[in-house]
């Protein structure tokens, strides 16, 4: 498991984004995989989601259709002495230096036959920040060919402007509207598809997104969002959240650094508005 080269990280200034085929060692696989496979063992006993397991439409016992474990860290041991110990970590500290935050995590399933759409985004609106520093690192739980909807990431992006997700009327949508990502056509699209292992690293200004899973295979993506001590959260991004913006390298800042761009402003998560990118999405979009 490598650390980032200075040509990794003059990439990820350029193009907003990594990814590092087959990077995590099948000794991490085998726990997390483990620990995944429980959850979706005992979603065969739910008929509703539970603070630990989102399902998605079409669930049944036989048929496992899973959206999300959210905020993994909270639920499990294996998955927050990865999240906060991880060699993830190190990729955090060598890309936003020696004093890091982590924010959050989550293990986006995609179940295969079904595993929805996840329209055009930038995760920043989603959870301000006083700067533009944070960025999210996904590890593939398995291999994941084209079919099976990788994540989609527009290079470059990270230096375009940020959109609010809101629809004309203002509404919170979650998504670029339609207007806006017909804007992105031509852009330099990158689908991130890679074995079981693979590491993608987008900052938090990229647009990206996913296509539905036609493919018959699951396609699990644990995903840690990490930020510079620096960097200071403007939201709760659910009330309360265990775990969530704990310092995983170095120490808390002397200093706030805030940039001059304006952030847009999601819903108020803290007054119980959060829904996930899944629901949202879904529900305001179809
Ligand atoms: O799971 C994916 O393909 C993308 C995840 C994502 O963009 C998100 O959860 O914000």
Redesign the pocket.
Known sequence: MRRLTADDRAQYERDGYLCLPAWLDDAWLDRLTAVMDRFVERSRSLVVSTPDLLLGPGHTADRPMLRRIPQTVAFDPVFEDFGLRGPVVDLAEDLLGADVRFHHS?L?F?SGGGGEE?RW?Q?IP?WPHSNYGPL?IGVYLCDVDEAM???GVFAGSHRGPIHALRDEAGAWTGALSDAEAARLEGSDLRWLAGPRGTVTIHNCRVV???RANTSPRMRP?L?HTYAPCDALPLTRIMDPVKLANVIVRGGPPAYARFDAEPCPMPPDWGAGEYSS?FSVQQEKLG
């Open positions: 989550k986006n995609k996840i985004h995760d989603f999210t909807a990788p994540m990206h997104g996913s993506l995903l990118i």
